[in-house]
Nanobody
Framework: QVQLVESGGGLVQAGGSLRLSCAAS????????MGWFRQAPGKEREFVAA????????YYADSVKGRFTISRDNAKNTVYLQMNSLKPEDTAVYYC?????????????????????WGQGTQVIVSS
């Protein structure tokens, strides 16, 4: 079992920045590909960003490309999502997710059904 705990959400004005963190309990955190998803009120959960076990490969949704950056620190068992130039449409609950993966490649996953573990989420509100 892997427990994921997100933090760093809050209220920010449009154009501002936030950094989300997701701390994982896994003893072998570097064996997991990680992802960030979000869910706005009345909408389905959507993919935001993903990162391979080493951090060498990343992928972003078009809606956040150039504004958000996913990174990880395997020594700290933590994955981050740096969010810049925030827009009101970024308002959502943000979730991190983990999937055990092979270290023989730089795999990342962009659909929620590929992930095995989820955090409880952290709320981000962007005011206009």
């Amino acid at each position: 079992q892997v427990q994921l705990v997100e933090s760093g959400g809050g209220l920010v004005q449009a154009g501002g920045s936030l950094r989300l963190s997701c701390a994982a309990s896994a003893r072998t955190f570097s064996s997991y590909a990680m992802g960030w998803f979000r869910q706005a009120p009345g909408k389905e959960r959507e993919f935001v960003a993903a990162i391979s076990w080493s951090g060498g490969s990343t992928y972003y949704a078009d809606s956040v490309k150039g504004r958000f950056t996913i990174s990880r620190d395997n020594a700290k068992n933590t994955v981050y999502l740096q969010m810049n130039s925030l827009k009101p449409e970024d308002t959502a609950v943000y979730y991190c997710a983990a999937r055990r993966t092979s270290q023989s490649g730089s795999f990342y996953y962009t659909t929620s059904n590929r992930y095995d573990y989820w955090g409880q989420g952290t709320q981000v509100i962007v005011s206009s």
